[in-house]
């Protein structure tokens, strides 16, 4: 078996891994985007063999490749422990660029978010994000729903940008934040400290 035929291997091996994963730990409205954010991840990675020029390059690709199913069923495992069992309220479960918050269930169904950086600001411009809501998450075809977020750069901090209509779902403009702060982000937040609001 040559090097081409292991790594797609490693590659087949890892996507059963994660449809197993998803067959186990069922998580409502959730199941869409992660499934398709762990597919992008994977499939970013599968011709990184093309790429490798030394054995050090090689050894890279296939940690990088081989770290994805792991990491994502410890992440549906923690979801659907969040959704299904009495605990301490979720927190917010940081990906490579996005995170994602799985209501709790047991007593009063709560909301899931999911937040993604979809364009990095290069150089000083703004990163562009989708964070959506889902009020039943426990249903599989909840589309949610999703608000296009700014942030810009501004001096040392940045400034958040958002929808009125997001601004008013006050709960979920708070989970938002969070969200971000979860991924390192601390942009100032002019709509909370508004004393009309």
Same mark, same amino acid.
Request: hydrophobic residues 40%; negative net charge.
């Given at each position: 078996?040559?090097?081409?035929?292991?790594? &797609?291997?490693?590659?087949?091996?890892?996507?059963?891994?994660?449809?197993?994963?998803?067959?186990?730990?069922?998580?409502?409205?959730?199941?869409?985007?992660?499934?398709?954010?762990?597919?992008?991840?994977?499939?970013?990675?599968?011709?990184?063999?093309?790429?490798?020029?030394?054995?050090?390059?090689?050894?890279?690709?296939?940690?990088?490749?081989?770290?994805?199913?792991?990491?994502?069923?410890?992440? &549906?495992?923690?979801?659907?422990?969040?959704?299904?069992?009495?605990?301490?309220? %979720? %927190?917010?479960? %940081?990906?490579?660029?996005?995170?994602?918050?799985?209501?709790?269930?047991?007593?009063?169904?709560?909301?899931?978010?999911?937040?993604?950086?979809?364009?990095?600001?290069?150089?000083?411009?703004?990163?562009?994000?989708?964070?959506?809501?889902?009020?039943? %998450?426990?249903?599989?075809?909840?589309?949610?729903?999703?608000?296009?977020?700014?942030?810009?750069?501004?001096?040392?901090?940045?400034?958040?940008?958002?929808?009125?209509?997001?601004?008013?779902?006050?709960?979920?403009?708070?989970?938002?934040?969070?969200?971000?702060?979860?991924?390192?982000?601390?942009?100032?937040?002019?709509?909370?400290?508004?004393?009309?609001?």
């Amino acid at each position: 078996m040559d090097l081409q035929e292991k790594y &797609r291997g490693l590659y087949l091996g890892a996507l059963f891994v994660v449809e197993q994963a998803e067959s186990a730990y069922r998580l409502g409205a959730l199941n869409r985007l992660l499934s398709a954010w762990v597919r992008d991840e994977l499939e970013g990675r599968e011709h990184s063999l093309d790429h490798c020029d030394s054995r050090l390059d090689l050894a890279d690709a296939v940690e990088g490749l081989s770290a994805i199913a792991p990491r994502y069923v410890k992440l &549906r495992r923690q979801l659907f422990s969040d959704m299904h069992h009495i605990g301490p309220e %979720p %927190p917010w479960r %940081p990906l490579q660029a996005a995170a994602v918050r799985a209501g709790s269930g047991v007593f009063v169904r709560h909301p899931s978010y999911a937040l993604r950086r979809i364009h990095a600001g290069a150089g000083s411009g703004a990163e562009s994000w989708e964070f959506s809501v889902f009020t039943e %998450p426990n249903k599989p075809d909840d589309e949610g729903v999703t608000f296009r977020v700014m942030i810009f750069p501004d001096g040392p901090g940045s400034a958040l940008q958002v929808s009125p209509e997001l601004e008013a779902q006050r709960s979920w403009y708070e989970q938002l934040v969070y969200g971000l702060h979860a991924l390192g982000q601390t942009p100032r937040l002019a709509a909370l400290n508004d004393p009309g609001s």
